[in-house]
């Protein structure tokens, strides 16, 4: 079994300060919570950025200013989201590939995302898969429903690789999609393609059954204030480093030892660090 990919997203587009005070939204905040969960074993960082007053945005300036303050301060993978927030266009989406990140995040499918609907057309998702193809850049592909993963693999059967292997997140839990029943995520599991790797990710109350439910089955984890706020139940988590500290502790009495940054790489095979 490889070793443990603790993938944090910590910021997101819908959590706000008053809801978690612990959430970082400057680029300073950002890059100081980005090394305290490399520290406690995450080797991913999934970005969403803000603008000061704390509205999300996709402006590749932003991005740019938190990337750096991370790099002053570790060598975490950053996983730039082209998620963005409801009502985005595809281009405001986009900005953060013109970085050349190492990840990036691809929803392939629409999806109810709970008042809202979360928009991805094949139009749109080919756009973004041959964008990440030309720069480089490696998709996770993010499966909120089943159907999902057939367009993803529809779109390397299209448009050719984008790697040496396809990387996915299961994210389930999202109020109107896919509950984080232990079950679904065995389902979803079950239709991938041999040679993938995977993490699952659980919103709000299904953070820690999903958790599980991934460590159980060999699996990698995304933990993180965009999905979930809460340690336990009606408890505010102290910030992303203590949910990714959880997680690591659990896989660690079950004889599991993270990945650091490098050895993450290794396994996804994306190319080395360059410092």
């Known amino acids: 079994m490889d070793k443990l990919i603790i993938t944090v997203a910590g910021v997101g587009a819908e959590t706000t300060k008053e809801a978690q005070p612990a959430l970082p939204v400057t680029a300073q905040e950002i890059g100081e919570d980005a090394a305290r969960c490399r520290e406690v074993g995450a080797s991913i960082y999934h970005l969403h950025v803000r603008r000061p007053d704390g509205t999300p945005t996709q402006d590749k300036d932003v991005f740019a200013a938190a990337i750096a303050e991370i790099r002053k301060r570790t060598d975490i993978i950053i996983q730039t989201s082209t998620g963005g927030a409801m009502g985005m266009t595809a281009d405001e989406r986009l900005q953060p590939l013109e970085l050349n990140p190492e990840m990036a995040s691809l929803t392939t499918g629409t ?34 429903e089943a159907g999902q993963i057939d ?25 109107g999609s896919m509950s984080g029943e232990p079950r679904n995520v065995v389902f979803l599991v079950d239709r991938l393609p041999a040679g993938s790797t995977w993490t699952a990710t659980g919103i709000g109350r299904w953070h820690m059954p999903v958790t599980m439910t991934a460590l159980a089955l060999g699996g990698n984890v995304r933990v993180g204030l965009e999905d979930n706020i809460f340690y336990h139940k009606g408890v505010l988590a102290e910030g992303n480093a203590q949910l990714a500290a959880r997680v690591a502790r659990i896989a660690a009495e079950w004889g599991r030892e993270c990945a650091t940054p490098d050895e993450a790489r290794r396994i996804l095979k994306l190319a080395p660090y360059d410092k």
């Open 111 to 144: 999806a109810n995302f709970g008042d809202d609907v979360f928009f991805n057309d094949k139009a749109l998702m080919q756009e973004f898969y041959r964008r990440m193809q030309t720069k480089g850049v490696r998709p996770e592909f993010e499966i909120f």
């Open 151 to 175: 367009n993803a693999l529809r779109l390397v059967k299209e448009n050719g690789p984008a790697g040496p292997l396809m990387h996915w997140d299961l994210v389930l839990g999202v109020p």
